[in-house]
Structure formats: structure tokens, C-alpha cells
């Protein structure tokens, strides 16, 4: 089968290579994968910024069908749709954090798409207990953007504690950014979105989202904008979804004193930071790394309840072979999410 490989260590080194497709163990589950998300992560590993064990397969954001299960396996049957927690595949699960259900914390932790093999390919295999069915109100295509909807519940509900009458400030329009705006607005939290002249389209969609002010910093002063959002105040929790030195500072001179900062995006590189803030404003900071499994199983309680969809967000679909353009899109800000699937 195809498979989006990295397949040595530094910049570049990524293409379509032929594998053997995986074999369906006593213990594990054999998915086929409809579609996969492209993530930042997935620029980082082609630009050998995030670390990564190549040879592997890219893509972690992913849903499918089960096709086999194996003789050892009771909660899983051929034919379900799930998604899957591939940030597990490898864990020590004998470590404090693994024991607390943070497992993201574990030093022996390898997860798929750049620890281990990815869903960049046609088929995957996993143990059950990463996989999460999927309502049947929910496409397939809509499911793969679970993952990084669990790093944004996370983020937003678990972390930063947000609760109606909150004003919020989401610096980067970005998929992870647009689904934190889908969640706060659903929170019942007036949100306030700033991006950049090259975030026009995702902009506009913050709009469609419900934002209720978004602000283009090639245009306008951001400062000036959340004080007259805000009454004065300043905003009361900012989301740093850019990993760009400017929206880190603009997300600091944004909060009000006592307010709270929380980091989603990965900047990949050391930044001018502006530490003085944090003590004149006596602020609250906090970074928000991908989830628990608890973090999931929120996730489905809220799929469930049907107030969040994520398929308006989904602005292309290409097949694997066309993985240049796809990075491209993502890498200039032409899309807003976009998927890959495998070729027959």
C-alpha cells in the first residue's frame, strides 16, 4: 500500500513510498482509514522541528471503519466507525504520569504519525482501547478532526476554565484557533479573533463561526480594538494559537490584570518574550500540550449532545498523492482544514 513517509531525519525528506500493509495482531483492531487531517505537527516533522523516528508514516488526525478484529479483541466489531487516539500507541503506563492519565508526559511515549506509523496510508492497526465510535449523525470526514478538537477541549474547558461573561481573545485563525472560537461560542463566551492580512478567508469564517469581533492586525491596532470590545478592561482569557512571537505579545498586552494565558500553538523556535507583563498584570499562564483520555471522552459527551459540528470547517479534500499541494495549502494559509485520503 501507499503511505506519506518521512523517511530520513532533517528538512524535507518526505514522499509517497510503497509499504507493507500492517497485519491485524490478537490484541489489535485493523482500520480502514477514510481521511486524515493535515496538522502543524505534520510541517514540523517535514521541516524536522518537532521530533520525530523516521522511517514513519505522517498523520495522526484521522477516522475509518473497522475491517478486522482480532481473536483476542471483545469491544470492537467490523464495520463501526471510529476515530482514534493515536497519541498512545507507545506508553510505559507505568510511570506517574501515566498513572494520573497523563500520558503525554511520559518519557517513553511515542505517538502515531511520528513516533510510530501514521493514518497517512490505507490502512492502520491499533488496540481498542485508543479507538472512539463515532455518533451516527457524524460524517467520517468530520471525525477526523477529533483530535485536534480534543486538544482544544482541553485547552478551553480543562485548562483555562473559561464560563459565560468571559471575553476571550483567539490570536491565529488558524484550524485549531477557529475550533476553540466554535467551542467558546458554544460556551456562551464572547470571543474576539485577531489574525493576520493572510488570514482573510479564515477570518471571514470566524465571523460565519459567531466571533464577536475580529480584528485584521495589518488594519487595525489590536489593543485598541479588545479595549473598545471590552469597555476599557482588556479581555479576561487569550488563547495563543499563532506560535508567532507578535500574537504572543498581543495576547499578553490584550488581558486584563489577573487575567489568564494559555498556549496552544507550538512556536517551534526561542522568542522575545515580554516577562515584565506577566508581573505588572499578575497574570495567569498556562501551556495546553494535546490531552488525557478523560479530555476524550468529554469530547464524545459532546458530539453527542450535537451543539458543536466541525464539517464547516473542512475547506479541502485531496487525495494522497496530491500531498505537496495539501502541505502547501496549509503552509500559505489557503485553506482552512484539509484533508487527505487514500487511493484505492
Not at 93 to 104: D, E, M, N, P, T
Not at 229 to 254: I, N
Not at 291 to 299: A, F, L
Request: proline residues 4%; contains cysteine; glycine residues 12%.
Amino acid at each position: 500500500m501507499k503511505a506519506l513517509v518521512k523517511y530520513a531525519s532533517g528538512e524535507g525528506n518526505v514522499d509517497i513510498r510503497e509499504v507493507e500493509e500492517p497485519r491485524c495482531g490478537d490484541d489489535q483492531v485493523k482500520l480502514e482509514i477514510a481521511f486524515c487531517g493535515i496538522c502543524g505537527t505534520d510541517l514540523h516533522v517535514l521541516h524536522d522541528t518537532f521530533r520525530n523516528y523516521p522511517p514513519v508514516i505522517l498523520g495522526h488526525e484521522f477516522a475509518g471503519t473497522v475491517v478486522e478484529v482480532g481473536r483476542n479483541v471483545s469491544n470492537a466489531k467490523v464495520g463501526e466507525r471510529v476515530t482514534g487516539l493515536g497519541a498512545t500507541a507507545v506508553t510505559c503506563g507505568q510511570c506517574a504520569y501515566c498513572r494520573s492519565g497523563y500520558f503525554i508526559f511520559c518519557s517513553n511515549r511515542r505517538g502515531m504519525g511520528h513516533g510510530v506509523n501514521g493514518a497517512f496510508t490505507r490502512y492502520v492497526t491499533m488496540r481498542p482501547d485508543q479507538l472512539y465510535r463515532i455518533p451516527e449523525h457524524f460524517s467520517l470526514a468530520e471525525a477526523a478532526m477529533s483530535e485536534p478538537f480534543a486538544a482544544v477541549v482541553q485547552a478551553v474547558t480543562e485548562i483555562s476554565h473559561v464560563r459565560i461573561g468571559d471575553t476571550a481573545l483567539v490570536s491565529g485563525p488558524g484550524p485549531i484557533g477557529l475550533l476553540c472560537l466554535k467551542l467558546l461560542v458554544a460556551e456562551g463566551v464572547k470571543v474576539i479573533v485577531a489574525g493576520t492580512p493572510g488570514d482573510k478567508d479564515r477570518m471571514a469564517a470566524a465571523t460565519r463561526i459567531g466571533a464577536a469581533a475580529v480584528v485584521n492586525i495589518g488594519e487595525q491596532d489590536l489593543g485598541e480594538a479588545v479595549l473598545e470590545q471590552t469597555g476599557g478592561m482588556g479581555v479576561d482569557v487569550a488563547f495563543e494559537c499563532a506560535g508567532h512571537p507578535g500574537s504572543v505579545r498581543g495576547c499578553l498586552e490584550s488581558l486584563r490584570p489577573m487575567g489568564r494565558y494559555t498556549q496552544v500553538a507550538i512556536c517551534g523556535r526561542e522568542i522575545p518574550f515580554p516577562i515584565d507583563l506577566i508581573f505588572y498584570k499578575q497574570l495567569t499562564m498556562s501551556g495546553s500540550v494535546c490531552y488525557t483520555t478523560q479530555t476524550w471522552e468529554r469530547m464524545m459527551k459532546i458530539y453527542a449532545e450535537g451543539r458543536v459540528r466541525l464539517d464547516d470547517l473542512i475547506s479541502t479534500r485531496l487525495p494522497l498523492s496530491d500531498w505537496r499541494t495539501a502541505f502547501g495549502l496549509c503552509e500559505d494559509k489557503r485553506a482552512i482544514k484539509v484533508l487527505m485520503y487514500p487511493e484505492i
